[in-house]
Each structure stands twice: as structure tokens, then as C-alpha cells.
């Protein structure tokens, strides 16, 4: 009878943990899938702005536990040639890169952080 007892207390403490792990688990997803929402409406937001300027902004959501920067800057595309990049500033556009970086809560009281980046076509600043 003990030996049976030992045996169930065994698989019990088991299942205990395999539920918790997967608890554990299910808490995450639901982080990282509120903070790629928060992402995906802070870049949608940044780069939908009429007129698209250079700006740095931050905030957090879900009380605190999600945190944002967005940045806007002018980019220039890698690997371009220096003559089309001097003839290209003579247009009235200019490509813009719409970056959101994100910060959320990891396991085992870490920090995940992720970035999403676009770029857009847009007037230049008149300076």
C-alpha cells in the first residue's frame, strides 16, 4: 500500500509540473502576442502620419507592462550608387524608415524585446 502511494504521489508531482509548464507557456504566447499587436498599431500609427516627419516617440500599454519607442528617420537604401543617391536628393521625396522597437515582460523575470521596421515614400521636411 505505502509503495502504491509513493508511486501515485510520483506521477502526481509529474503532472503537476507538466501542467505548469504548460500554464507557464500559455502566459507567454499571450505576452508576445500582445506586444506584436501594441508593435503592429504603433508602426501602422507612425507610418500612416500625414505629413510622415522625422520624430521619436514612446509610450507603454497594457498597464505598464509593455513598453514602445517609435522612430522615423530618412533612409538610404544600402549598396546604392553614389551618383543616384546625388541625383536623388534633388527630388521632392525621400524614402522615410518607420521603426517600433517593443519591450515586454520574459520568463524567469527577463525582458523579451523585438523590432519592426517599413519604410515609406513621403515629401522631404521642409527645412
Same mark, same amino acid.
Given at each position: !500500500?505505502?509503495?502504491a502511494f509513493v508511486v501515485l504521489a510520483l506521477v502526481a508531482t509529474a503532472l503537476f509540473e507538466?501542467?505548469?509548464?504548460?500554464?507557464? &507557456?500559455?502566459?507567454?504566447?499571450?505576452? $508576445? &502576442?500582445?506586444? !506584436?499587436?501594441?508593435?503592429?498599431?504603433?508602426?501602422? +500609427?507612425?507610418?500612416?502620419?500625414?505629413?510622415?516627419?522625422?520624430?521619436? +516617440?514612446?509610450?507603454?500599454?497594457?498597464?505598464?507592462?509593455?513598453? $514602445?519607442?517609435?522612430? %522615423?528617420?530618412? $533612409?538610404?537604401?544600402?549598396? %546604392?550608387?553614389?551618383?543616384?543617391?546625388? %541625383?536623388?536628393?534633388? !527630388?521632392?521625396?525621400?524614402?522615410?524608415?518607420?521603426?517600433?522597437?517593443?519591450?515586454?515582460?520574459?520568463?524567469? &523575470?527577463?525582458?523579451?524585446?523585438?523590432?519592426?521596421?517599413?519604410?515609406?515614400?513621403?515629401?522631404?521636411?521642409?527645412?
Open positions: !500500500m505505502l509503495a507538466l501542467f505548469g509548464g504548460a500554464l507557464r &507557456n500559455v502566459a507567454a504566447a499571450d505576452d $508576445w &502576442n500582445r506586444a !506584436m499587436l501594441v508593435a503592429e498599431s504603433r508602426l501602422a +500609427e507612425a507610418a500612416s502620419a500625414r505629413p510622415l516627419r522625422e520624430a521619436t +516617440e514612446g509610450g507603454t500599454e497594457d498597464d505598464g507592462r509593455i513598453r $514602445w519607442q517609435s522612430r %522615423v528617420a530618412p $533612409w538610404d537604401a544600402p549598396g %546604392v550608387d553614389p551618383e543616384l543617391a546625388r %541625383v536623388s536628393e534633388s !527630388m521632392a521625396t525621400r524614402l522615410y524608415r518607420v521603426e517600433v522597437d517593443v519591450t515586454f515582460p520574459g520568463l524567469a &523575470n527577463g525582458e523579451r524585446r523585438f523590432s519592426l521596421a517599413t519604410v515609406r515614400v513621403a515629401e522631404k521636411d521642409p527645412k
